[in-house]
């Protein structure tokens, strides 16, 4: 095996067009695991740690650069304000240790469906940037997770960032496990509020082959809450709202039976991790509407 | 390969090392440094919880190649000579090391939590100790060791 120490994304990204098979390696959380218990054997590692543009974000534009190499924990001290529903999964990833190394261009290298922070990549509109030595592509979310652990980059095509827009209204991120540190999600759920489009971003994870959005529940609440006018004047949602929003959300889903719940818990669980989460953002999105223009009764 | 590696503030070298070997492993077995232990091998028990660049990891998750010119410091780096850490005596004191085994890493993310956070609520300190698992389930004591820790390290900050 060879051990390869790219110190610049340049560099990396001609290993991986002379060597495609090489498996890149930043926070080790997935990649160490498969190695100590031998269910791997790759021909080389491709560190990225040393690689200085991975570990940095920036604004681009209207969105935010979140390069790949980011670990959890400083999305969550650096980036909690801006994009808080990230942040927010980002704080139910691991334990402090893991949430020191790993990264959101781990978790979408991997590929996971129950990794934390795809459901609200894609409840926000997330769009990845791979790159290769031919050029770089922006991918949305939407079509980047292909099946369990397959994703679209192409073998010579690194992870070089997410990118999104600053939060403008309420996100909120809710997942199921048998505690609250060091599990791995029964099932999740993102919504994000995008008053400006006139419309919500819904997902759930860990509850289907890939991480999905939740589109039959995207479109009906924002058929609801403009039939009302409540992004104008918010008001407190009709619990039938939340509670169709959250079956809609739930049927999203295609789960299976496995060692962490069954199909029929995560549906159920999922309807109702929907139902809450979409009352909390809403919640605070009739907040500030109240501060506004003090309309939310 | 060789791997160079400041580790408790000495300057050392390992050499075999695996391309896929754990920072864990070459710790243990290539650099007699066995106080950072070795149970789960995935980052689900904390056992191995060491410095790298002086942020808290498990060295199992960390490929010893990725420490190539940087710093570790492991539980054997807290002590001064014989002089414990005050969350080693700490530890001692409360009664919070049964088996033994999970406290090398408890001790490295409990010192790790009271350099960030001085005086921890006990929320904070869960929170913080969420990733090291004790299976003697010794978990009240633990929680005393680190008040502990705290009060002493305030009280000697005001003697200072």
């Known amino acids: 095996m060879d051990f390869l120490i790219p110190s610049t994304f340049a560099e990396a990204l ?11 390696i930043a926070g080790g959380t997935d990649v160490m695991v498969e190695l100590n218990f031998d269910h791997r054997r790759p021909t080389a590692l491709l560190d990225l740690t040393r690689i200085a543009e991975l570990t940095e974000w920036a604004p681009s534009e209207n969105l935010l650069r979140v390069g790949a190499g980011v670990p959890y924990v400083r999305i969550i001290d650096e980036l909690g304000d801006r994009l808080p ?3 927010m999964a980002s704080r139910t990833v691991g334990s402090p240790q893991i949430r020191n190394r790993g990264t959101v261009g781990g978790n979408l290298g991997a590929a996971s469906p129950a990794g934390d922070t795809h459901p609200v990549l894609l409840a926000c509109d997330a769009q990845v940037e791979v790159a290769s030595v031919r050029g770089t592509r922006m991918i949305p979310a939407a079509e980047f997770y292909l099946g369990v652990k397959r994703n679209a980059l192409e073998p010579d095509e690194l992870i070089a960032a997410v990118h999104l827009a600053p939060a403008a209204a309420p996100q909120q991120f809710s997942k199921v496990g048998t505690r609250n540190a ?4 029964v099932c999740s759920f993102a919504v994000a509020l995008h008053p400006e489009q006139g419309r919500v971003g819904a997902a759930v994870g860990s509850a289907a082959p890939t991480p999905r959005r939740a589109l039959a529940a995207e479109e009906f609440l924002a058929g609801e809450l403009s039939d009302a006018g409540l992004w104008e004047s918010p008001k407190p949602l009709l619990d039938s709202v939340r509670r169709r929003f959250g079956e809609l959300a739930a049927e999203a889903a295609s789960p299976i039976d496995d060692v962490r719940g069954t199909a029929a818990y995560r549906r159920h669980a999922l309807a109702v991790l929907a139902r809450r989460t979409l009352g909390w953002a809403w919640q ?7 501060t506004r223009s003090q309309s939310c009764a | 390969m060789r791997v160079n590696v400041t580790i408790n503030g000495d300057q050392r070298q390992a050499d075999d090392v695996w391309e896929g070997e754990s920072l864990l492993y070459m710790l243990r077995e290539r650099l007699g440094l066995p106080g950072s232990k070795n149970a789960c091998e995935q980052g689900e028990c904390g056992s191995c919880t060491v410095y790298l660049d002086d942020v808290p990891v498990c060295a199992c998750l960390v490929a010893a190649g990725q420490c190539q010119g940087r710093e570790v410091r492991t539980v054997e780096g807290l002590a001064a000579g014989d002089d414990l850490d005050p969350v ?6 409360a009664g919070a090391v049964q088996c033994g085994f999970c406290t090398p890493g408890l001790v490295v993310a409990a010192h790790d939590l009271l350099r960030r956070v001085p005086e921890p609520s006990d929320p904070e300190i869960r929170e913080a100790l969420a ?7 010794g978990y009240e ?9 705290a009060t002493r390290q305030a009280s000697g900050a005001e003697a200072r």
């Not at chain 2, 990733?131 to 389930?137: A, D, E, I, S």
Request: with cysteine; aromatic share 4%; charged share 25%.
């Open chain 1, 14 to 24: 001609a290993i991986k067009a002379e060597r495609p098979e090489v498996v890149p």
């Open chain 1, 85 to 87: 529903g990230l942040a």
């Open chain 1, 182 to 185: 060091m599990v791995i999600a």
């Open chain 1, 284 to 290: 605070d999105y009739c907040g500030t509407g109240e």
């Open chain 2, 88 to 93: 080693q005596r700490s530890f001692v004191e």
């Open chain 2, 131 to 137: 990733g090291n698992l004790c299976r003697c389930t």
């Open chain 2, 141 to 149: 004591k633990i929680l005393d060791a680190v008040r502990l820790a």
